[in-house]
């Protein structure tokens, strides 16, 4: 792709994974914004995770979400729970399949009925190919990251927006 065509963000992103070194594994900078915009627009993870996903969130009626930046979850673990929910706990399952066909856990909607267990909404359903791009990209930004600070703050948003000022450095 043509640097031209790339966005300030994605440049800022490629930097960083360059500068870092980046795994022969680790997803390429497009894949990471691309991940990055599912988190906070369609797939809406901040309104429950908060923006920095360490589970402070700006909306007090949304369900408190966990902190992503201490999950214990491996890839897969991760994958599945953004694909299946948590019934009962407030979490959304995001595959439009998940419990219609016993992909997740070998349960269907009437298993989760009988048990007593309520599925929350997604703010929207994800391809299997959106939930891996969320999946590493909080593996690469989040995930074992320790606590937002400044740096990574103006990094994530790409400039030192109000939010970030508020942090220390
Ligand atoms: C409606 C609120 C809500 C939304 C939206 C939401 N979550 Fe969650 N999430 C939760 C809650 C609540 C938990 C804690 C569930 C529990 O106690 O087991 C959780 C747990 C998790 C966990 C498990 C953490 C752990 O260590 O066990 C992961 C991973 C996760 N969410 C990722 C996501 C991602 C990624 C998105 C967006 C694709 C998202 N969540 C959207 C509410 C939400």
Redesign the pocket.
Known sequence: MAAAMLKPATIALALVASLAGARAQEPDAADLAAGLR??RAK???????GWA?DGRKMDSQ???????R????DRK??VT??QC??PG????A?DRLAYSDGRCHGMKSADLAKAGLTL????AT?AARE?EL??DF?LAKVVGKGPMNRARCVEYWGGDVDVCKALAQ
């Open positions: 599912l988190f797939a809406n993870c901040q309104a429950c995770h996903a949304m369900p408190d979400g966990a902190n992503l201490e999950t214990q979850l673990q991760i729970t953004i929910g948590r706990a407030g979490m959304p995001y929350t909404d997604p703010p994800l939930i969320v999946a909080l």
